[in-house]
């Protein structure tokens, strides 16, 4: 299996409003069954193709205790928002940071799974909640973008920051 390299905030490529897929073939699944490895690596319960800078509108999820029902949602569109709240969330591409969002507890989607069959489906509490996230990474949005601008521009310069420590440790000694 591939685990894939989650891009992380303020990357410009989390920012590309993802196409809808053409056709759920072979392909497509070993990108799913590649995007369900690293999720779960990552111990995510949610990743969106664009996280892993492919820009097709392509989801999984899995909110189980267990880690043992994957969700794959292909050009995955909600029919129905319900009982707006708020909720604490994360996001592999902002990782360390958790903060409180306003989103429907209680959503209905619809989508095709991983064999390109289409489903409608009602969700609430996490699933609901981490749908909404992932879709928003479909548009070109992270929950950072709910946030007010001093936390980001704070969130930002600090995952800037350590992205250039991990560069300079990275980097081979130089020979004298």
Avoid at 62 to 88: C, F, H, W, Y
Avoid at 123 to 134: F, S, T
Wanted: hydrophobic share 40%.
């Amino acid at each position: 299996m591939t685990r894939l390299t989650i891009l992380e905030y303020p990357d410009p490529r989390l920012r590309t409003k993802a196409s809808p897929v053409g056709e759920v073939d072979a392909a497509l699944r070993e990108l799913i069954d590649a995007m369900l490895e690293t999720m779960y690596a990552a111990k995510g319960v949610g990743l969106a193709a664009t996280q892993v800078n492919v820009h097709q509108r392509l989801l999984v999820a899995d909110v189980s205790d267990a880690k043992n029902e994957p969700l794959v949602l292909v050009n995955p569109e909600i029919l129905s928002r319900e009982e707006i709240g708020t909720m604490q969330e994360g996001c592999l591409s902002v990782p360390g940071y958790y903060e409180d969002v306003n989103r429907a507890h209680r959503i209905r989607f619809a989508a095709l799974d991983r064999h390109g069959k289409r489903y409608e489906r009602e969700a609430e509490g996490l699933l609901a909640v981490c749908v909404q996230h992932e879709m928003d990474h479909l548009e070109g949005k992270l929950f950072v973008d709910y946030l007010s601008e001093l936390k980001r521009t704070r969130i930002r310069r600090k995952l800037e920051k350590d992205h250039r420590q991990r560069v300079t440790d990275s980097a081979p000694g130089r020979a004298l």
